[in-house]
């Protein structure tokens, strides 16, 4: 069994009501009287994604991974504070692993550079800590992930061009798949990725608003996201059985979800979810 929760639904336009984009997956524990022994995979970390970790009853200390999909801002804005709070939340020696494409090692860097003042504040003011928050940085582009899991991790390229690389991730656990597509046009890589799983979770943009509006900056963002319409296809491809939408632009506006519903139904014989922030879905029974 596989659950997602979408922590963050939101754009790179600022929302009251949506954090910025943040999934996280999660498999549950062998032992239910030892839930720390779960596994949870937060996928991308947007504005506001430890305060809706918060609220799905977690926190960056029971991170197992980041995995980053992509290098755009608003994936990565809160990234660091995911890092300082995993090393100040923690009482033993607890890497934080952060897996993304090529170039993730260079902006943890750079993060960890900006961090400096605060680290230098932080060491001098508590003797348990005695350098700069432990992580590790993997760097991926195509094929399995092995961080040492219950979970089975693989990943392969999408195509967010001129964002490049970009990334894909596929989840297995107990008989259930879940992939995480990011910011993407379909593409040969997600497709491979999508064969056979249970559950895709896309981000989308609805085309049809945004070609009306006169903005070249808003037609700009055509060329390299998804609509419902081509998500749904991607998964109709791939035999998904649900696709989980996100990453709302424009803002989803209650009562307008049958309408993202039915693009997506176009090509797309499956269910489609999709919600608010901490909208959760269980994939699999087992």
């Keep these: 069994m596989l659950t997602v929760t979408l922590l963050g639904t939101g754009s790179p336009m600022p929302s009251a009501d949506r954090a910025g984009p943040a999934t996280l997956v999660s498999a549950p524990s062998p032992d239910p009287e030892k839930p720390e022994l779960a596994e949870h995979f937060l996928i991308d970390a947007g504005r506001g994604v430890l305060m809706r970790l918060a609220a799905a009853g977690l926190g960056a200390p029971n991170l197992t991974a980041v995995l980053l999909t992509h290098l ?7 990234l660091n504070d995911v890092i300082t709070t995993r090393w100040i939340m923690t009482f033993e020696p ?7 494409p090529v170039g993730t090692r260079s902006v943890v860097d750079a993060l960890l550079a900006s961090l400096e003042p605060d680290i230098g504040y932080r060491v001098a003011h508590h003797e348990d800590l005695d350098g700069p928050p432990p992580v590790n940085v993997i760097e991926v582009s195509d094929g399995a992930i092995d961080l040492g899991t219950a979970t089975i991790i693989g990943c392969a390229p999408t195509d967010h061009k001129p964002v490049e690389p970009s990334v894909g991730f596929r989840f297995a656990h107990g008989g259930a798949s879940v992939v995480t597509a990011g910011d993407t046009v379909p593409c040969e890589g997600l497709d491979r990725l999508c ?13 049809d608003i945004i070609e009306n509006v006169p903005l070249q900056r808003m037609q700009d963002t055509l060329d390299y996201h998804s609509s419902p ?3 749904g296809e991607t998964a109709q491809r791939g035999g998904v059985g649900t696709l989980v939408l996100t990453h709302y632009v424009p803002p989803l506006l209650p009562g307008h979800e049958d309408d993202w519903r039915q693009l997506a139904a176009k090509g797309f014989t499956g269910i489609v979810e999709m919600g608010d922030d901490l909208h959760q879905i269980t994939i699999g029974s087992n």
């Design 94 to 100: 607890s890497p934080l692993t952060i897996v993304g």
């Design 229 to 231: 319409t081509e998500a």
């Design 72 to 78: 755009h801002s608003d994936h990565i804005t809160d």
């Design 195 to 207: 064969e056979g799983v249970d559950a895709l979770v896309h981000t989308v943009i609805r085309k």
